[in-house]
């Protein structure tokens, strides 16, 4: 059996990893035409900012791959003729495959701005952007970045660290807004101008962007009929699934390609997982497209088993992500939507002078814990995905929450500060419970191990 995997990223590398752990005989070929090897793209940003090098983001040696047997082909697929079972390379190359894997991950969004294809507009997601970005900021004293995600604060942080003034256009009227609550958003906001000294426009958009007479940007307006001198312009107005080459196929796309609970395609023998994907019927709680590093993990180990034989459904658990925004640090468990609906309430803590921060989001007739975010606080994860899963209340989770604290053992903890603001709020009478090792280790096994 010959496999073939479109993308050498994290879900394509994890499904030929985990196929070839269950499997000796079959063979397995990765292409892609970004890079030679895999390599963590969420680590892009430290390679600018000098904390590491390239070969530093590569997990794997070089030699791992010829080792496993896992051949690495570098070039672009052009068309994949699906009723030969084969794939058509730019370099002339024609592949055939028993099974086809689509991992193409995502592209950068682009909305037609006039202006975009001028010299020094970048936008921030694999190595060649990284590499014009290096070319364009060695002259830049101002750039403009247009939209306010994640992506974009990363690029702010790395911009910075070069002391390139930046202006920070976000259409909303906090960061984030479309997955931030309001009271999050507006510590972030304080945090990246008075910290950080980026000049954060809010409800503000991008309507055109200046070249010279080289080409290069000069400036950009904005919808408010601002113009703001730049010399560099980053569009990170989020990521679409990168599935445009294969529109006039037979394979059935929507946003993404769509997939049932076995990332199957309603082609025989072809599959898709990671970034490039939409779930047909998505599992409970989560959305039908879901680009994030760790999925993308997951459904490459269930794609990997069911290719060895071991038919495996994708089935995610508790959402979770994590992120930074430059120094405080998120992590986000269950549902904590930027707008509680009717029948939810929440509880929200922030401390008084650090940037830390509690929400909690719970079913207003229940009290069952439905989510939490946490700002500049670590959580353990197994601990809070074991409650969420377990339909804990909210007193609950409040009482025992120093089980799911990460901080070091003699780390000032909020605990009580937090206990007596949610009392006073909702006129309980809570109490926290001692802090037990031996409870925390067993919390921890019970949600790692099932026992």
Request: charged share 25%; glycine share 8%.
């Amino acid at each position: 059996m010959h496999v073939v995997i479109i993308g050498n990223g994290i879900a394509g590398i994890t499904c030929a990893r985990t196929l070839r752990k269950h499997h000796s005989d079959c063979s397995i070929t990765v292409i892609s035409s970004e890079s030679q090897h895999f390599y963590s793209r969420t680590a892009l940003m430290y390679i600018y900012m000098g904390h590491m090098k390239y070969e530093h983001t590569k997990p794997y040696e070089d030699w791992f791959w010829e080792k496993n047997r896992i051949d690495l082909c570098f070039d672009h697929v052009v068309s994949i003729p699906f009723e030969n079972k084969s794939l058509q390379l730019r370099s002339g190359l024609e592949i055939s495959y028993d099974k086809l894997v689509i991992a193409t991950g995502s592209v950068p969004n682009r909305f037609d701005w006039p202006g975009q294809e001028a010299e020094g507009v970048i936008s921030l997601y694999g190595l060649q952007d990284l590499e014009l970005l290096e070319k364009y900021s060695t002259d830049t004293k101002r750039a403009v970045i247009a939209g306010g995600g994640l992506i974009g604060i990363e690029l702010a942080e790395m911009l910075r660290t070069r002391n390139i003034e930046v202006t920070y256009l976000v259409r909303e009227p906090h960061f984030w807004a479309n997955i931030l609550p309001q009271e999050e958003g507006q510590m972030i906001n304080k945090h990246i101008r008075l910290d950080h000294h980026i000049d954060l426009q809010l409800n503000a958009e991008l309507k055109q962007i200046f070249s010279d007479s080289k080409g290069r940007v000069e400036a950009i307006e904005t919808l408010s009929g601002e113009k703001i001198p730049c010399q560099l312009v980053g569009l990170t107005v989020g990521v679409r699934p990168n599935v445009d080459f294969l529109r006039n196929s037979e394979i059935e796309i929507d946003k993404g390609i769509m997939v049932n609970e076995f990332l199957e395609t309603n082609i025989p023998d072809v599959y898709a997982c990671g970034d490039c994907v939409q779930h047909i019927k998505p599992p409970v709680g989560r959305k039908a497209v879901e680009q994030v590093w760790y999925t993308g993990r997951m459904m490459g180990e269930c794609l990997g088993e069911t290719l060895s034989g071991k038919r495996t459904a994708y089935v995610p658990g508790v959402w979770f992500n994590s992120a930074k925004f430059f120094d405080i640090e998120y992590q986000t468990y269950g549902d904590v939507p930027a707008q509680c609906t009717s029948e939810q309430s929440d509880f929200y803590w922030q401390h008084p002078s650090k940037n830390a921060a509690l929400h909690f989001v719970y079913g207003k007739e229940s009290g069952v814990i439905k989510g939490i975010n946490s700002f500049g606080i670590r959580l353990r994860h197994a601990v809070l995905e074991q409650w969420i899963k377990e339909h804990k209340t909210v007193e609950y989770v409040l009482i025992h929450f120093e089980d799911a604290w990460f901080e070091p053992e003699f780390h000032k903890n909020y605990i009580h500060e937090i206990i007596s603001e949610f009392n006073h709020k909702t006129g309980s009478g809570l109490k926290a419970n001692k802090k037990s090792w031996h409870r925390i280790l067993s919390n921890i096994k019970k949600a790692t191990y099932g026992h």
